[in-house]
């Protein structure tokens, strides 16, 4: 349904359960980017109107809501937001991004909706297997919410170029993603 080439190791919510602190505040940080890779997409495209607008503000107001609700988990757990050296994932994942449009485009929100659906699967596992209820209630609520976002992204995509060629390169896409989740980020991280 995500469209991913790889699933998550099974090791990844062992280390999880380790350094909850670190996963945690690295949550925190993806939601943040998450809304500020929709701003930036507004920025550039806003020229298209609606639906791009309306759909990627959308994104930005829902994804700031949880960027606050990850920092009032943080207050309530006694951790102090910090900032974390990010991960090569998403700086892997934008080297792939081209710099003529349309194509640039199609590729930055097709990366974006990787990034959900990559969100998206690692909350299901955090769901299902989190030992502390609070939190697995917690990636409960969240996962529908960043399902809708990686289809909203590939739908977004449809506005800039055909189906066909939407279709090849996230195809191609996804088995770069594949490539670099393998490859080895941290496994103490949601992904950013
Ligand atoms: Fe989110
Ligand atoms: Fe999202």
Redesign the pocket.
């Known amino acids: 349904m995500l469209g991913l080439k790889t699933a998550t190791d099974p090791s990844w919510i062992h280390q999880v359960e380790l350094h909850l602190e670190e996963v945690l505040l690295d949550h925190a940080h993806c939601?943040k980017k998450?809304a500020r890779t929709a701003l930036n997409l507004i920025c550039a495209y806003d020229d298209r109107g609606d639906p791009l607008c309306r759909e990627l503000e959308q994104i930005v107001v829902?994804?700031l809501e949880?960027f606050r609700l990850v920092l009032e988990l943080l207050a309530r757990r006694g951790i102090v937001y910090r900032r974390l050296k990010p991960s090569s994932y998403g700086k892997k994942l934008g080297e792939l991004i081209r710099s003529r449009e349309p194509e640039r485009a199609l590729d930055r929100l097709l990366v974006a909706g990787l990034i959900e659906g990559r969100s998206c699967e690692r909350f299901a596992i955090l769901k299902e297997s989190l030992a502390d209820a609070e939190l697995a209630d917690f990636y409960a609520s969240?996962f529908e919410?960043?399902a809708g976002h990686h289809a909203i992204y590939l739908q977004l995509a449809h506005g800039f170029v055909p189906a066909a060629e939407v279709a090849a390169r996230f195809d191609w896409l996804a088995e770069k993603e594949a490539e670099i989740i393998s490859r080895g980020e941290p496994l103490t991280r949601i992904h950013s």
């Open positions: 939601e998450a829902e994804e949880h969240l919410s960043e």
